[in-house]
Every structure is written in structure tokens, then in C-alpha cells.
């Protein structure tokens, strides 16, 4: 349970390495010294980079800088999924990437990197579409490719700064709070009441300095950190089809009134309607049966 350090190794005969991961059902807190970048396809999931969390719909696309700690984008997803991840060095062309003048935007891009980076909009689908074409490429025509790909990142308008200043490993290798306990203890009780004093207990804090360090290393309380991760739950409830009641306490609220303000506040519109924009065929609807006729992304 402990922040791990993945160890990236370029596919042969290249200078990167382009892999389709499938790791739902293992929670990997982890780091790296590379560069990252993760498109996933999904009803919706849980981002967690550095000390921003989140969840996303449909889909998302995030560059992640040296050494800035995350959790695995398919962790926990119950519905179909699919996604692809780029890892590279920093100097994957060597001392060219960082002297040519017509790479200068995308050294600014991977500058910025350190933050965690979330592009939408028509971005998206445009990058998504480029990388898979990228699998069946030969090594030279994918490195063409990946380069217009950053490109393209580097000169979109459409930036979300996930974290206020950089958060690289240093900060959390001598964090107290295993995040994999804290998540473990969640997913198996968030539907009932969550005891902030035993997820304290179990990684040796009093309750008052738990509460004060996760919301330090998260920029949430440990009330808020439920709420979300249940809300995150709840819509997968009702893209499988239950009521907007059913719903509600399945992942553990007592109040319909305040799961609705809740889910409003998160989601920025209500559950009801929520469900009938989406699980009722709406576009994500037709894209989740889009991407289970696909037999690879």
C-alpha cells in the first residue's frame, strides 16, 4: 500500500514505450521519472494527481510531469473501459529536443507538466484518435506522430492546472498516510458509515492529526474525500440503471434531499437529470456501445 516506484523501460528499438494498461481492480500509488500521458474512455473514474482528486466523465486525457505521484486512472472502474498510456523521458531525443527552436512549445508544455495537466474539449477526441493509430505504426511513423500529438497539447486553450505548485514525490516519500489504506478502507465502507477514527488508528495518528495531514496532502477534509468517492459511485449506479432513491442509499447517504444538493454541487447538475442525459442512450450511452464493439482501443 505504499507509494511505489514504477520502472519504465522504452519498448525495444525505441525511445518510448506506448502500452494499453488493465489494472481496475489493484489500487497502484505510484511514481515514475518519466513523463506520462493517459487517455482513458470510461463512464467515469477517479483522478488523483499529486494532491488534486477528482473524478472525470466519459473520458479524460492527463499529462503527468517527472516524479508527481498518481493513482492508476482505471482504478475501481466497474463499467467497460478502455485506455492507452505513453511514458518517456525527458531527454527521449537527447540534447535536440531541448536546442531546437521549433520544439519550443512543447518544452514550455512539459515545463508546465509538473502541475498535472488536463486538456478538454475538441482536444480530446482529436488526440485519442491519433494515438490509436499510433499502435499500429511503425517505430519511426509513431515518434512523428507522438510529436504532433504534443504539439497539438502544447498550443491547446483548453488547460486545466491540476495542482497549484509542483508536487513530485519528494513531498509524499515521508507522508504518514498510506493513500492505498485510506482508499482500501473507503471502497469497503463508504456505502455504510466510514470511521475517520479507525483509518486514523490504522496508520498510527490521532484523529485531530490525521484530519490536519490528509487535507494538507489531498486539499480535502476526510468528509469531503467520502462524499466524493460516493458521488463517484452513484453515478455508475445509475448508468447501470437504478433510480435516482435506489441510488442514493446504495452508496450510503441517509438524505435524498442532501445526496441531490450534493451531486448538484459535484456534478453540476442533479441525479435525475444526470441519469436521463446519460443512461437513457444518450451520447455517453452510444459511446460505451461503441467501445465495447471495439475489440481494442
Aim: proline share 4%.
Amino acid at each position: 500500500m505504499k507509494i511505489q516506484k514504477e520502472i519504465v523501460l522504452p519498448d525495444p528499438g525505441q525511445s518510448f514505450r506506448l502500452f494499453t494498461p488493465s489494472l481496475r481492480n489493484y489500487f497502484y500509488w505510484h511514481y515514475h521519472p518519466e513523463y506520462e500521458l493517459v487517455y482513458v474512455e470510461a463512464v467515469t473514474g477517479i483522478r488523483h494527481v499529486g494532491q488534486h482528486i477528482s473524478s472525470f466523465m466519459e473520458c479524460d486525457l492527463v499529462l503527468i510531469g517527472p516524479n508527481v505521484p498518481h493513482l492508476n486512472f482505471d482504478y475501481g472502474i466497474e463499467t467497460e473501459y478502455r485506455q492507452i498510456v505513453v511514458q518517456l523521458k525527458e531527454n527521449f531525443l537527447g540534447d535536440a529536443f531541448h536546442e531546437t527552436p521549433e520544439f519550443s512549445k512543447i518544452n514550455r508544455l512539459f515545463e508546465r507538466a509538473s502541475l498535472g495537466l488536463s486538456f478538454g474539449g475538441k482536444i480530446k477526441p482529436v488526440v485519442a484518435e491519433k494515438l490509436r493509430r499510433m499502435q499500429t505504426r511503425p517505430h519511426f511513423e509513431q515518434l512523428m506522430n507522438l510529436l504532433e500529438v504534443f504539439q497539438l497539447l502544447a498550443t491547446s486553450r483548453e488547460i486545466t492546472e491540476l495542482n497549484e505548485r509542483d508536487t513530485s514525490v519528494k513531498l509524499f516519500l515521508d507522508d504518514k498516510i498510506r493513500m492505498g489504506a485510506v482508499y482500501k478502507y473507503i471502497h469497503a465502507n463508504y456505502d455504510k458509515r466510514p470511521d475517520v477514527n479507525l483509518v486514523a488508528a490504522s496508520v498510527h495518528l490521532s484523529t485531530p492529526a490525521f484530519c490536519r495531514y490528509f487535507k494538507k496532502q489531498t486539499k480535502m477534509t476526510f468528509t469531503d474525500f467520502v462524499n466524493q468517492y460516493r458521488i463517484t459511485q452513484a453515478k455508475t449506479c445509475l448508468l447501470k440503471g437504478q433510480n435516482v432513491t435506489e441510488a442514493c442509499y446504495e452508496v450510503g447517504f441517509e438524505s435524498l434531499s442532501y445526496f441531490n444538493r450534493l451531486f448538484r454541487k459535484l456534478v453540476g447538475e442533479n441525479p435525475s437529470s444526470f441519469r436521463r442525459r446519460y443512461a437513457s442512450g444518450g451520447d455517453l450511452g452510444r459511446k460505451i456501445v461503441q467501445l465495447r464493439q471495439q475489440s481494442g482501443i
